[in-house]
């Protein structure tokens, strides 16, 4: 099965390959420059600090459908052990095992091959299982710190969150930008919120992964127009499951990562910065968003923190 | 073995259990107050962003001295795999093993009791195998963003790296500040550089552990006179080692964990961060140092980041 | 919540503590004497071998009820890695993550413990987070190779599997014995059939687990009686589960593993030992089932084959 | 570059491909008939059980130079824990991550390829990081149960141990048979002991790894000569290491794993077996080495078991 001609045609408006040097391996966060930066900080005003991770557990928002993807199993190796003898100071210390992309996460470029290429058109067998991504590793990101924005796409709705059907267009994002009153430029990371979050955090794990909300295949063009940095939201798929034509699973994936070398972060609990920026009538801060530098890896964990 | 009178003359000194509430389980972070980072906030002036986490690999700085803290073991579950069919947007997915205090991490106040208490005078028996950290689990932490202040040791010294045998006592730390031209205040997350992680980054990775120069048991009563929120370090074990007395191990983790309920930050690479303040002849910056959620956990990796 | 009288009134009667010596480990497996073993190779007649462990998957017996207890996760750190050079041998390489009491296992005596004691009457205490178990951990059984004696109660009774409310008794027991024209004796370990299996084979992994059918609180007495080495069954629980009084939970666990002394195993797949019985009207055989001998473990992964 | 002429000609001598049909998964097992293990029945005279396994532990056989392939992490999720309240019965449960080729093991059919292909001819690419071993997994072996013979190798040649330079060679095996008096035949699983397990339990586990004696090129034309079902012994990397030609790595697993079909079983303690047999004057015995049936696994730990 080849990827339809509609794909291809968007492919090529967003590619961005070569665009930063051949050896690029973290495409468009090459925008957030330290103007950027300077800029972001002007964002801190109150210097409220809102977390926007799911808490790593092992009743997370896997449910197996994903194999091999498992929630955190955390486990314990010392439990108050006095190691240099009784009476001694005693210490505790845990082990976890998970899918890196288990939770709160960003993608790496690495994450995603079509037509057997990688962002940048490097070949897809750079990845394998000795070393994992030998292209676009998480671990060649050093740091994501920069404006963030949230498109609060449910809000600007009004509703509690988008319904499992909906495909969030170019159009809700403009809707959402102005009801923020800003506006996403170069640099910016994005946050889309759907609401579709409220599903785990209410229990019913399954629901919230599918049907999903999720960002429609006509998004990557409108981020590649604006400059954006990368792109989160408070999904499972980040796009929307079931996609929109059945003979084209995971086109944003492969057009963001793939096409445009664009990092995508997934299952973000906008929850609480949505009724901060609400309250505060401001949808812009300083984000921090720091990928834990694994080695090799496709994805990794995440704890990014809104600072408003 | 009991602990010695001189810990528990030191230990009452710094001790604030009930200082916020019965209930509180975070301790000094509720030193960070919206001013706080609102303060940080201006130390953003170039725009420069410094990772201080070391890479997550499985030849990282733990040699198995320490039973089950392993270092990260990645592993693939799939390499561009076509999940929907040949042709298909191809994925590949990651799954880690590790200890969670393996590589740069904050140990939780949960991480260390003594004399069968935890921070706040809980019993240590909160902690289990079971869910692990009852109290104190770093998932209480919500957020670590305050202003960062290097106190450089080493360069003040004018070496490299500290000698295996030196204890950073707080006359080093005053010299550093002043060397720095700053100084502490409450709120602050300080980082201590004695720069023996360069013997981890050369390769060193026994000696990096052994004999390490590290904090000394005189800090933590400084660090409580200056009301700092948190201090991390790059060091294997944070305090001296082997410890300024031999009946009298891990000191410091018990004052500041336990007694101040401080967290502590361990092999954290501050070389480029050095260099980069020596450049701008400024030693503070906004900090950024979220933890990942793990529930019920006494330690979590950390990647932080210094935005001068 | 103390335990009932009755549980006490039993455990009196089997208990085994001392009968091996104070410091014996592995309870009743003393039993298997080099006699019973050779009287168990006169059991090989056809040469057959049937395994009776399930496959070690994903999507294995568990379900996320039982917190930690995580199916086997497979991944991979290599994949035709030709290490030495391109050209050269290639090599593949995997990893897994499981509870050791997942899949087809063994629990130790170590398992369980009840009124703070554990087998012979050491404290509960010496298991812990550092090492395991301390005392009666599974590396303490050297082997376990004996007569298998197959009670195949399903087919005593004349139906596929027996149902999720069936408490299987002595009564039960004699007349699969009588069924199966053999007579338990000392030292052989005892497979009980309840055909509760058929329901993970058949994908109702939750019916599996719940309700099911299991060993009566009066089955410990008949296998001290007849002094059984062993016992293993087909279902997640060994016992009949929910429990036969809602005020004793685990009583058979409590008999076996702590008053006894007598290794217990869980998700045995009896299913084609069951047919091979029937058709050569033979339910005995000698049995192979090596625990893995992992270090202070309080369980084990095992691999059994009946050789008939 | 390409396998040495040497190589292939030996290949083309000891290839298996066909021989039991062309969807054949499990190789030489099939040597194993009724009749053969009927014949191993009656190896048990004694009723001795000797157990093969090393311990798995941390400290297990491997120091890291091989990727990935990690020593047994053992961790609690479960220390005494009243499931069902105060003063119920209370359980104890752990979980184990490792490589599944990190201590005794059974290497599957599917953990070696060269020149594109797997045994029985088929591409490697049907090993996958999504599923493992697409052919040949170790899932796909039913049991391995058959006579089992020991060749002492070092004990026939007077010495406690071979020299790590020591290529094992058909000279030696024979010389052993003699020094035995048996013969190997059809469906044996041979058992070959150079003594060099010593090095590890003795402390030197890097001495044990490097440089190692063990099987010579020659040998898999041997055990295909006479039929052997499958073969193990008592070094890391089953074959002399460093290899006799530099320019040759892991000629005898492609031999025997990808030529032949015939398993590899390392890091077989047989130590405790030498003396045994030596006493009895006897080589030969039942033996049970049953894979635990990880599914798509290219490699399994195993606790074997002599019966004598």
């Known amino acids: 099965m080849a990827l339809p001609e509609e794909f291809h045609e968007i492919a090529e408006r967003v590619n961005n390959w070569g665009r930063w040097g051949a050896d690029d391996e973290i495409g468009t966060l ?102 994992g991504a030998g292209f676009g590793g998480i671990d060649k990101v050093r740091h994501i710190v920069s404006r963030g924005v949230l498109l609060d796409v449910a809000r600007t709705r009004g509703v509690d969150r988008l319904a499992g059907g909906h495909a969030v267009t170019p159009d809700d994002l403009e809707a959402a930008e102005e009801f923020g009153r800003t506006r996403v430029r170069s640099g910016d990371v994005v946050l889309v919120r759907t609401g579709q979050v409220q599903r785990y955090l209410t229990g019913d794990t399954h629901g919230y992964g599918y049907p999903s909300p999720g960002l429609s295949v006509r998004c990557p063009e409108w981020f590649h127009t604006r400059d954006v940095a990368a792109v989160a939201n408070d999904t499972l798929t980040f796009e929307i499951f079931p996609p929109e034509r059945d003979d084209l699973w995971l086109p944003v994936h492969a057009l963001d990562l793939v096409e445009m070398g664009m990092l995508q972060g997934q299952n973000w609990n906008l929850e609480e910065l949505s009724t901060a920026c609400g309250e505060m009538r401001r949808y812009t801060f300083l984000l921090s968003a720091m990928p834990e530098p694994f080695a090799g890896a496709t994805g990794t964990p995440v704890a990014p923190v809104a600072i408003l």
């Open 30 to 131: 090459n925008l957030i420059t330290d103007e950027v930066v300077r800029g972001a900080a002007g964002e801190i005003r109150a210097g409220h600090r809102i977390p926007l991770a799911l808490p790593l557990r092992q009743d997370g928002v896997q449910t197996g459908v994903i194999p091999g993807r498992i929630n955190p199993l955390h486990a314990m190796v010392q439990v108050n052990q006095e190691l240099f003898g009784p009476g001694t100071v005693a210490c505790s210390d845990d082990v976890v095992t998970m899918g890196l992309q288990a939770g709160t996460h960003w993608d790496a470029l690495a994450h995603v091959s079509h037509s057997g290429r990688l962002y940048n058109g490097r070949p897809a067998h750079l990845i394998t299982a000795h070393g």
